[in-house]
């Protein structure tokens, strides 16, 4: 049995959400609240998503999730788990990168169930993947006809809509293995459909400037392409400037692409997330965008600020490592308005005093005094 402890200050809020990484995937056994009481074993209460088990993280809402069961979330909080997979690998790293891929696992399934009687099943396992939390089980019953275990309720509700009855109930499933039992006294037929998020790793080559990582068949899967949420680039600490380029060199976050037809013009951006600890892109998009050409080495380049290029002449994005004369000449295209889509590169920062990477957007004076301290090797 693995514990986990940790205390919620006095001062947090329903809008404070924790998450907790670990190595080896993990079955939930024990959520004790402050007050010594086991959320897993009271009644359950609708949590509408103050809680998810990733197998190896836990993401929740210690004020919200209490707070269903009539609780206090301030204070110490205690995680208890059982590890049944030592290979699965933690999402959160002390140093150097993670390389991830994730997407949704879809499995949709009828059975009947005798009343009284117990139904279990297993959330899909994929070769090669592991499995992270479950985002959505849906069962086409509410919480009063059927019971879901290891699992907390997320909600359920049912009705009358123009003569149609409707039933329904998403759960949070905390094992691998469920079991679904029913309540009622007679036979019930129902529909269980689910989404698991699972996810992989993906080998990287670091360098001085950067990082390379290949996506092939194996790791995107065309034919599925709508199930993949993200591909994510992770580091523990902050990351300097960067840019990712695809495997033909574009850079990633000026693709689009738009197809003509006779109704309308599709346009299609691959939407990159230059985050403070991730950069990361939407594959489907990706895929929309490149097609076939999403396969090969990408390649995240890391950058100074204030290094806008090199060259002879100067070219924008031709990063070189250092802020020199190149710069400047390319800075002051950007100054004057004469760098085209390019001039966003200039905009280092903002306020008054100027604040480096406060970016308003322009550049001007303040980006001025603000490329001059990087020149003259007072940038951050």
């Not at 109930?169 to 998020?197: A, D, H």
Request: hydrophobic fraction near 40%.
């Amino acid at each position: 049995m693995r514990e986990i402890q940790f205390t919620v200050p006095s001062d947090a809020s329903y809008e404070d959400y924790y998450t907790i990484n670990w190595n080896g995937s993990a079955v939930l056994q024990h959520l004790y609240a402050p007050n010594g009481a086991d959320i897993l074993k009271l009644e359950k209460q609708p949590i509408w998503d103050y809680f998810k088990w990733g197998f190896v993280y836990i993401s929740f809402n210690p004020v919200g999730l209490a707070s269903q069961y009539g609780l206090d979330g301030l204070g110490l909080w205690k995680v208890q788990m059982n590890t049944i997979d030592l290979t699965a690998p933690s999402l959160y790293i002390p140093d150097g990168f993670h390389v991830s891929m994730h997407r949704y696992e879809y499995m949709s399934t009828i059975v009947t169930i005798a009343a009284g009687e117990n139904y279990t099943l297993n959330l899909p396992p994929v070769p090669n993947w592991y499995t992270g939390t479950s985002d959505l089980f849906r069962i086409n019953a509410t919480s009063s006809q059927v019971d879901v275990s290891p699992a907390l309720l997320d909600y359920s509700y049912g009705g009358i809509s123009y003569a149609y009855a409707y039933a329904y109930s998403y759960w949070r499933p905390y094992n691998q293995t469920i079991v679904i039992k029913n309540l009622g006294v007679s036979q019930l037929s129902i529909e269980i459909r689910s989404f698991i998020e699972v996810f992989r790793l993906i080998d990287y080559q670091a360098n001085a400037h950067g990082l390379n990582f290949t996506i092939d068949s194996e790791v995107f899967d065309s034919a599925i392409s709508g199930y993949y949420l993200s591909l994510d680039i992770t580091k523990a600490t902050p990351w300097r400037l960067t840019t990712l380029y695809t495997p033909n060199g574009t850079r990633a976050d000026a693709l689009f692409r738009i197809i003509k037809n006779e109704t309308m013009d599709d346009y299609y951006m691959l939407s990159v997330v230059y985050g403070v600890y991730r950069v990361g892109f939407d594959p489907y998009l990706t895929w929309n965008a490149l097609e076939n050409d999403i396969y090969g080495t990408w390649n995240l380049t890391f950058r100074e600020l204030g290094d806008l290029g090199s060259g002879i002449p100067p070219t924008f994005y031709e990063f070189d490592g250092k802020v020199d004369g190149k710069d400047l000449s390319l800075f002051l295209l950007c100054f004057k308005g004469l760098a085209g889509p390019d001039w966003r590169i200039g905009d280092l920062g903002g306020g008054m005093p100027p604040v480096f990477f406060a970016y308003d957007g322009k550049v001007d004076g303040k980006d001025l005094s603000l490329f001059l301290m990087c020149f003259k090797g007072q940038g951050p």
